[in-house]
């Protein structure tokens, strides 16, 4: 069954597409890292600056300039690699990328070609609860072009331009392709799957440090492959790759999008032109570019004005020591650390109070404590203040302290809520709370036996039953003895005395 | 003959530097009358496309300056030179002999010009050239062929002819070259002057508008064997801008020439490379060859025979590898940045695309099309393993040869080129017939070794110079020029003179002599 | 694979290299190109697979530099040989295709 969409493009519904196809996804992405200078020059990569500010003979290519590789884009590429499980490289070459265009000042791109700086990686994407691995199959390093802007057309756009300005201030900053190998059996999930790896991949370069990776910004930048096979054939069909689509939401709907017109023309009888097309995220459909069959003979070869790559074993387990944690394996290590539940940690993470109970345990708290804390009473005041718990004013240092107080017998809980009153009302430390308001659990014994004496004496009826043999009977005597005690007693400690006394 | 010329033109510029020390001279009197000479042959010669008269005097006046105050920059502070063309020089026009770069202004110097400048030596202009240095005889030139000084219906050599014959002419004492397959070699033996390629690195080539970028150095173009030394320690050392520039500073060059001069070579072995000599080498190039030998030999040298099988293959391999280079570094001149820019007949709204067409079509000559198409073809997929992938396997099979080589022999030695200098039209419909000049020159540059081109005399069937070429391995710069300058004091002894003392006289254009 | 070139091919070669040729040199260029090319297929065969070729005559890896900002062009400077410019950019004609 089709639907037509605008622009008399047919789509076919989303499930139909699935009950007939299998899709096979690819995601280029290139990382601009955040060096301070471009990847051959010393030109300053950063932002802003007015036009053509920010060029040298090298990046603007000037006959008889000549490249210097940025050492930290190197070291950037290894890192980025490393925590994509990815093999580094002994020994590689940039290679020059050689076709025409205006933005292009060489009229080659220096990049890599058949021997990338690393390959062979994965990286594990959470979608809704299930875990897709994705084979990373080389991410190398490249140096992005000069930016136009198209005059006298009526979008702004190339078609219909009269002419171009051209800025090179971005030509050499250094980027970071990243490719996976065909992702399939995604199925239904293939557009989620899509957005959760460029996003997680998006949280794995911030933690790395190495580039902003905002997609608004266009430092991290998603190209989309897809391709439809008849379900079950194992094959792969043709793929068109689609640019253009510059956010997380964008890279869902293109995928859904394309896998919906790809079963349109498949289901027609027709072939699909395996071409580049351009997503639109305000009419949310795809329309052709260029056609890739019709390549351009990029005539790669070897670089000559640079010297081969060749990072060190020990240059790479350098590098590796500084990764962050995998934010995945994190979760996982923390949750087997704490004994959590799924559900627990699941809602620990849900709940935002992830890095709060983790610093509340660094401080000495027992997990459950900790998660005890944050995702009931404090949770419950945010809520009803109308707050993020970060924003309550109380410290995971405050809850570590509070607990310890409960361990060690200073307090019990009812009388802990009551000191979590007090830092609310800015009274001070718990500390200083427990003792302004004379909260702390009574320890003179001789006290408690008192009171104890006196609960027994004003309910006989209740001593009686107790002496019977009906222990249950002993909380109406607790309850009176933390009456009197105004909560300021360890309620085990009083059942134990009653017993005793009545045994 | 030289001989009526007055000495401050036809002095070497080591004994210029001394004249400049000593205070007989001043570099505004060098520099003048290197200019009046320019002004009086060069109509003849067009060894230059752009001349700085008011910048070299002011340069020179500068040096003469700082002499006074006795803070010379360096020995050759105040010695006027010449740049070849290919050469990136702020504020000076940097043509590359192509009519797509007619008035292109570098803003920023090549690193061996920034040297140059900081030594003090006032850039006198710009020498002619093939075009994109691609070529033997300078008759690719978009500007009009260099003349022979010494013949002047004949070509100078190339691609550097223009440099090479304002030496040999004494428009200057010093000139810089740029050598991919003997573009400075070649010249200089055509010519009768001394030229270098440096070892691979040596120099560096930052601002140099590279050709073939595995290949190409920079180098000195001078009369004398100490001049050429002098000069390449003044150029050569690491730049951080190139990345393929050797970090190790070269071992004393002018040490060597001076300890060559003294024309001891015992301990000395040379080899003869087999496969440059023999038929289709003019017989009076061989013999002054030979009889080069056997001076050096009793001189002390021991001399052998070596074979380097696979310089049968060298021509063939350059002529892939540096074509396939040369048209990925040419694609950069579109029309867009800088140069020529030519819009295409009849279209009215021409696109971007047909502007970059209309410019090359328009822009570069016969020779630089054909090597641009021979490269792009070397590279196509499909092709590139059977030609460019080929080619740089059997550079390894030569980079072999010479180090087999030099196991047993410290240098290697074979006429510079297999003719002397032939008329100027002879051979530029030919170009299978003009890649044959560059024979005996092409290995060195394949392997990356220095090699160097010392005057041998005049071919006895055309009186035309002949030259002499002694290479090392890489790094061994300095035995090119011991050896190079033993040879030529004796060679000198021998003829009296210096050998362009026989140049015949130029017609000059009404300036005095 | 063929070692002397048609028309067509040199014709395809140009266009690749962006250069507009007359048919009068088309003609001219294929034969001669032709030629060279049949000369430099001899050294087909001649270096067996066991032989890795050379890309660098030296031997030279790791050269890097640090990332520490140096002066670049002053925008006049950068515009100096542009054939046109407008607002400190380069103005170049219509472009056709997409970036790649």
């Given at each position: 069954m089709t639907t037509t969409a605008h622009d008399s493009v047919e789509l076919v519904d989303f499930d139909a597409v699935l009950a007939a196809y299998d899709p096979a996804l690819g995601l280029e992405v290139h990382v601009e890292l955040n060096t301070a200078t471009k990847m051959f020059c010393g030109c300053p990569a950063t932002f802003g600056g007015e036009p053509n500010s920010h060029v040298c003979p090298t990046c603007l290519g000037l006959p008889g300039a000549m490249p210097v590789v940025n050492g930290k884009a190197v070291e950037s590429a290894i890192r980025i690699g490393l925590a994509l499980n990815c093999e580094i490289a002994e020994w590689c070459r940039f290679a020059r990328k050689n076709y025409f265009y205006p933005d292009m000042p060489k009229n080659f791109q220096t990049s890599q070609y058949d021997e990338p700086i690393c390959f062979d990686g994965w990286m594990d994407v959470d979608v809704d609860g299930e875990t897709f691995r994705v084979e990373i199959e080389r991410a190398h390093m490249e140096e992005d072009t000069g930016k136009s802007t198209h005059v006298g057309g009526a979008t702004g756009r190339i078609h219909g331009a009269d002419h171009s300005l051209v800025d090179y201030n971005r030509a050499g900053i250094p980027l970071i392709e990243i490719v996976t190998r065909p992702i399939l059996g995604a199925g239904e999930k293939a557009p989620a799957v899509a957005r959760a790896y460029v996003a997680q991949l998006r949280d794995l370069i911030v933690a790395l440090g190495v580039s902003e990776a905002r997609m608004d910004?266009?430092?991290?930048?998603?190209?989309?492959?897809?391709?439809?096979?008849?379900?079950?054939?194992?094959?792969?069909?043709?793929?068109?790759?689609?640019?253009?689509?510059?956010?997380?939401?964008?890279?869902?709907?293109?995928?859904?999008?394309?896998?919906?017109?790809?079963?349109?023309?498949?289901?027609?009888?027709?072939?699909?032109?395996?071409?580049?097309?351009?997503?639109?995220?305000?009419?949310?459909?795809?329309?052709?570019?260029?056609?890739?069959?019709?390549?351009?003979?990029?005539?790669?070869?070897?670089?000559?004005?640079?010297?081969?790559?060749?990072p060190s074993r020990e240059w790479v387990e350098e590098l590796r020591a500084t990764l962050p944690e995998n934010p995945t394996e994190k979760r996982a290590r923390l949750q087997s650390e704490w004994g959590f539940s799924d559900l627990e940690m699941?809602?620990?993470?849900?709940?935002?109070?992830?890095?709060?109970?983790?610093?509340?345990?660094?401080?000495?708290?027992?997990?459950?404590?900790?998660?005890?804390?944050?995702?009931?009473?404090?949770?419950?005041?945010?809520?009803?203040?109308?707050?993020?718990?970060?924003?309550?004013?109380?410290?995971?240092?405050?809850?570590?302290?509070?607990?310890?107080?409960?361990?060690?017998?200073?307090l019990n809980d009812k009388l802990a809520r009551q000191v979590f009153d007090g830092l609310f009302a800015g009274e001070g430390t718990p500390a200083e709370i427990v003792a302004a308001r004379g909260l702390a659990i009574v320890s003179d014994d001789g006290a408690l036996s008192a009171a104890v004496d006196e609960a027994i004496a004003a309910n006989p009826d209740v001593a009686d039953k107790i002496r019977d043999g009906k222990h249950a009977a002993a909380g109406a005597l607790i309850g009176a003895v933390m009456k009197s005690m105004r909560g300021q007693a360890d309620a085990g400690k009083v059942r134990e005395l009653i017993l005793a006394k009545l045994s | 003959?030289?001989?009526?010329?007055?000495?401050?033109?036809?002095?070497?510029?080591?004994?210029?530097?001394?004249?400049?020390?000593?205070?007989?001279?001043?570099?505004?009197?060098?520099?003048?009358?290197?200019?009046?000479?320019?002004?009086?042959?060069?109509?003849?010669?067009?060894?230059?496309?752009?001349?700085?008269?008011?910048?070299?005097?002011?340069?020179?006046?500068?040096?003469?300056?700082?002499?006074?105050?006795?803070?010379?920059?360096?020995?050759?502070?105040?010695?006027?030179?010449?740049?070849?063309?290919?050469?990136?020089?702020?504020?000076?026009?940097?043509?590359?002999?192509?009519?797509?770069?007619?008035?292109?202004?570098?803003?920023?110097?090549?690193?061996?010009?920034?040297?140059?400048?900081?030594?003090?030596?006032?850039?006198?202009?710009?020498?002619?050239?093939?075009?994109?240095?691609?070529?033997?005889?300078?008759?690719?030139?978009?500007?009009?062929?260099?003349?022979?000084?010494?013949?002047?219906?004949?070509?100078?050599?190339?691609?550097?002819?223009?440099?090479?014959?304002?030496?040999?002419?004494?428009?200057?004492?010093?000139?810089?070259?740029?050598?991919?397959?003997?573009?400075?070699?070649?010249?200089?033996?055509?010519?009768?002057?001394?030229?270098?390629?440096?070892?691979?690195?040596?120099?560096?080539?930052?601002?140099?508008?590279?050709?073939?970028?595995?290949?190409?150095?920079?180098?000195?173009?001078?009369?004398?064997?100490?001049?050429?030394?002098?000069?390449?320690?003044?150029?050569?050392?690491?730049?951080?801008?190139?990345?393929t520039s050797i970090a190790q500073p070269l071992p004393g060059l002018v040490d060597a020439a001076r300890q060559g001069a003294t024309g001891d070579m015992s301990g000395v072995r040379i080899g003869v490379i087999t496969e440059l000599g023999g038929?289709?080498?003019?017989?009076?190039?061989?013999?002054?060859?030979?009889e080069s030998l056997d001076l050096l030999v009793g001189a002390g040298a021991d001399v052998v025979e070596v074979s380097c099988p696979s310089f049968v293959h060298a021509l063939a391999t350059y002529y892939l590898v540096m074509p396939a280079e040369a048209s990925s570094n040419l694609a950069k001149f579109d029309a867009m940045r800088y140069g020529l820019r030519v819009l295409p007949e009849g279209v009215a709204s021409p696109s971007a695309e047909e502007v970059m067409k209309a410019t090359r079509a328009a822009g570069f000559g016969d020779e630089v099309k054909r090597r641009i198409m021979i490269g792009?073809?070397?590279?196509?997929?499909?092709?590139?393993?059977?030609?460019?992938?080929?080619?740089?396997?059997?550079?390894?099979?030569?980079?072999?040869?010479?180090?087999?080589?030099?196991?047993?022999?410290?240098?290697?030695?074979?006429?510079?080129?297999?003719?002397?200098?032939?008329?100027?039209?002879?051979?530029?419909?030919?170009?299978?017939?003009?890649?044959?000049?560059?024979?005996?020159?092409?290995?060195?540059?394949?392997?990356?070794?220095?090699?160097?081109?010392?005057?041998?005399?005049?071919?006895?069937?055309?009186?035309?110079?002949a030259?002499?070429?002694?290479?090392?391995?890489?790094?061994?710069?300095?035995?090119?020029?011991?050896?190079?300058?033993?040879?030529?004091?004796?060679?000198?002894?021998?003829?009296?003179?210096?050998?362009?003392?026989?140049?015949?006289?130029?017609?000059?254009?009404?300036?005095?002599? | 694979m063929p070692d002397s070139l048609s028309r067509d091919e040199v014709a395809h070669l140009a266009d690749l290299a962006r250069i507009d040729l007359t048919d009068?040199?088309?003609?001219?260029?294929?034969?001669?190109?032709?030629?060279?090319?049949?000369?430099?297929?001899?050294?087909?065969?001649?270096?067996?697979?066991?032989?890795?070729?050379?890309?660098?005559?030296?031997?030279?890896?790791?050269?890097?530099?640090?990332?520490?900002?140096?002066?670049?062009?002053?925008?006049?400077?950068?515009?100096?040989?542009?054939?046109?410019?407008?607002?400190?950019?380069?103005?170049?004609?219509?472009?056709?295709?997409?970036?790649?």
């Open positions: 910004q266009g430092n991290l930048r998603a190209d989309v492959n897809l391709s439809l096979a008849p379900k079950g054939s194992g094959t792969l069909g043709t793929r068109t790759e689609t640019k253009n689509v510059n956010s997380f939401r964008s890279v869902e709907r293109a995928v859904r999008y394309e896998m919906q017109r790809h079963a349109a023309v498949l289901d027609a009888g027709r072939s699909i032109l395996q071409e580049t097309r351009h997503w639109h995220e305000d009419t949310g459909i795809t329309t052709s570019g260029r056609e890739k069959s019709d390549a351009e003979d990029y005539r790669y070869f070897p670089e000559p004005d640079l010297v081969p790559v060749a699941r809602d620990t993470v849900g709940a935002g109070a992830l890095g709060l109970v983790e610093e509340t345990i660094a401080l000495g708290a027992a997990p459950q404590a900790a998660r005890k804390w944050w995702l009931g009473e404090l949770a419950r005041r945010a809520n009803d203040a109308g707050q993020e718990l970060t924003a309550l004013g109380v410290t995971p240092a405050d809850v570590a302290a509070v607990q310890g107080l409960v361990d060690d017998g200073t | 003959m030289s001989a009526h010329l007055p000495e401050v033109l036809t002095r070497s510029a080591a004994d210029l530097a001394d004249d400049l020390a000593s205070g007989a001279t001043t570099s505004v009197a060098l520099t003048r009358a290197s200019l009046d000479r320019i002004a009086a042959v060069d109509g003849a010669v067009h060894a230059f496309l752009h001349v700085d008269a008011e910048g070299a005097l002011a340069q020179a006046a500068a040096a003469d300056e700082r002499r006074a105050a006795g803070q010379p920059a360096s020995a050759l502070d105040g010695v006027p030179i010449a740049v070849k063309d290919v050469l990136a020089t702020r504020g000076l026009p940097t043509t590359c002999g192509s009519k797509i770069l007619e008035g292109w202004v570098p803003p920023y110097d090549a690193t061996v010009v920034a040297k140059l400048r900081e030594a003090g030596l006032p850039i006198l202009g710009k020498t002619n050239m093939d075009e994109f240095a691609m070529g033997s005889s300078t008759e690719h030139s978009a500007y009009g062929p260099t003349h022979n000084p010494w013949d002047l219906t004949r070509i100078p050599g190339g691609s550097g002819g223009g440099s090479a014959a304002a030496v040999a002419a004494f428009e200057a004492p010093l000139a810089l070259g740029t050598d991919t397959g003997g573009s400075i070699r070649q010249p200089g033996a055509v010519t009768g002057t001394v030229g270098t390629k440096p070892t691979y690195g040596g120099v560096s080539r930052y601002g140099l508008v590279a050709m073939a970028n595995s290949l190409d150095q920079v180098g000195p173009v001078t009369r004398t064997v100490l001049d050429a030394a002098l000069l390449h320690e003044l150029i050569g050392g690491h730049d951080p801008l190139d990345s038929d289709g080498w003019q017989a009076g190039v061989q013999e002054r060859f030979r792009t073809y070397a590279l196509s997929s499909g092709y590139y393993d059977a030609y460019y992938g080929q080619a740089q396997k059997v550079r390894t099979l030569i980079s072999r040869d010479f180090a087999a080589a030099f196991e047993s022999v410290d240098v290697l030695v074979s006429p510079t080129a297999p003719t002397t200098a032939f008329p100027i039209g002879e051979k530029v419909d030919d170009p299978l017939a003009m890649y044959l000049n560059d024979l005996a020159t092409i290995p060195a540059n394949l392997a990356g070794v220095p090699g160097i081109s010392v005057p041998s005399g005049l071919a006895s069937e055309d009186g035309l110079p030259g002499f070429q002694i290479l090392a391995p890489a790094l061994a710069d300095d035995r090119c020029y011991r050896v190079g300058a033993a040879l030529e004091s004796l060679l000198v002894e021998q003829w009296g003179g210096p050998l362009l003392a026989q140049a015949p006289a130029l017609p000059s254009e009404g300036a005095s002599a | 009068a040199e088309l003609d001219h260029l294929a034969p001669q190109l032709s030629v060279i090319l049949d000369s430099v297929a001899s050294i087909r065969g001649v270096a067996g697979d066991d032989v890795p070729p050379t890309s660098h005559a030296l031997p030279l890896t790791n050269v890097f530099r640090d990332d520490v900002v140096r002066p670049s062009l002053t925008p006049a400077e950068a515009l100096s040989g542009a054939p046109e410019e407008d607002q400190q950019r380069f103005s170049v004609p219509r472009i056709l295709g997409d970036e790649q």
